[in-house]
């Protein structure tokens, strides 16, 4: 708790923010948050509001629910439409509105659609109910694949049969290569993700100053955390500089997490997945390796609509941080967070979301 109010206190950040203001830099800076959890801790602590004009925050890829593309919730919604199916989903997805439906509107047409706080406890419930195939909903980044595939090595061992995963599992490198190659994407720094990093570790992320030219500072979540980042960011563009630093060292060490990279590579395999915004990344995605398929939902026989994005959508663009979230015409009318029209406003880690919540001057 001591170490939560220091980064929390505000004289620290001021002066930090104070510091940031005095490095010499004539122009303006893109920086990209690639988290949501950052995206939200910015918005809520009004970092923002303390930063000089010439540093400009923009969000990334960075969200799970966000860049789940439709094609996952239509297949999701398929599944829940079966009679002897159990949908099992983390609180936020059920929300995401697919081509046609979410999984909360199948949920009120009578599917079986139950919110767990972990895939442990959606893997104990089918044991309990063995008349139920129960589908976990696998989405996420490489912290969430971890826990994931300690469940599914746990459902094997159990042979618990009726409990499935279905995939979309992420890996963060990839999408950032990606993110560089696309032609409006225009980033001078990266504040790199505290949570994925713990897992995978900082060497990674080092093609991204060698190859774009790029900094990058591993950050934490808290105010002081991210100040420190952008302070660091700032520094090396001052410099004329780029390589990946490590801010958050009291979580992050270099080799990352080994054990959860074994465990991870035990149970899946890298495979090309869409992401909303980005389309198809190859090698972006963790499928569930051939031996383990009997525990594989994408091999359930199930009939899926065909995929078709909201008329007036601009996630994907939000997504690249190409977009502001009020520059999108839906923004606070037709798309709020009791009527989201995309992604980007369900989750508490969606930037339009964010924006939304936490920064009425920007949005009216
Ligand atoms: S305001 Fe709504 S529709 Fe527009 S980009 Fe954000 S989530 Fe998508």
């Not at 939560?4 to 920086?31: F, M, W, Y």
């Not at 996952?72 to 439906?101: E, H, K, M, Y």
Request: proline content about 7%; some cysteine.
């Amino acid at each position: 708790m001591k170490v939560l109010t220091a980064l929390r206190n505000a004289d620290a950040v001021r002066h930090v923010a104070r510091e940031i203001a005095e490095v010499k830099l004539d122009r303006t800076v893109r920086l990209m948050e690639v988290c949501g959890g950052h995206t939200a801790a910015i918005y809520r602590f009004a970092l923002r509001d303390l930063l000089p004009e010439w540093v400009e925050l923009v969000s990334g890829p960075g969200c799970p629910v966000c860049v789940t593309a439709n094609d996952f919730v239509d297949r999701s919604v398929a599944l829940a439409r079966q009679p002897n199916v159990t949908i099992a989903t983390f609180g936020d997805l059920i929300r995401v509105p697919g081509s046609s439906r979410s999984l909360a509107e199948v949920r009120a047409e009578g599917g079986d659609v139950r919110v767990f706080y972990s895939s442990a406890d959606a893997l104990d419930w089918a044991i309990q109910h063995p008349e139920r195939i129960v589908v976990f909903l696998g989405i996420g980044f490489e912290t969430t694949a971890c826990t994931l595939a300690a469940t599914l090595k746990s459902a094997v061992q159990d042979n618990a049969r009726n409990f499935r995963l279905l995939s979309s599992l992420k890996t963060m490198p990839p999408a950032l290569s990606a993110l560089f190659s696309a032609p409006d994407v225009k980033v001078d720094g990266l504040i790199l993700p505290g949570h994925v990093t713990t897992v995978i570790g900082t060497a990674c992320y080092e093609f991204i100053p060698s190859e774009f030219n790029i900094p990058c500072v591993v950050s934490g979540f808290e105010p002081l955390d991210l100040m420190e980042t952008i302070l660091k960011l700032c520094q090396q563009l001052a410099e004329a500089r780029a390589s990946v630093e490590n801010q958050y060292r009291r979580v992050v060490h270099a080799e990352g997490n080994p054990q959860a990279q074994v465990l991870m590579d035990e149970m899946f395999e890298p495979a090309d997945v869409p992401w909303r915004g980005f389309g198809v990344i190859p090698g972006s995605g963790l499928a569930i390796r051939r031996e383990f398929a009997d525990w594989d939902a994408e091999r359930i026989p199930v009939e899926v609509e065909p995929t078709r994005e909201h008329a007036g959508c601009r996630c994907g663009e939000v997504l690249r941080g190409a977009l502001h979230p009020t520059e999108c015409p839906l923004f606070g009318k037709s798309c709020t967070p009791d009527t989201p029209r995309g992604a980007c406003m369900v989750s508490a880690e969606g930037a339009c979301a964010a924006v939304y919540h936490f920064s009425p001057v920007e949005h009216g």
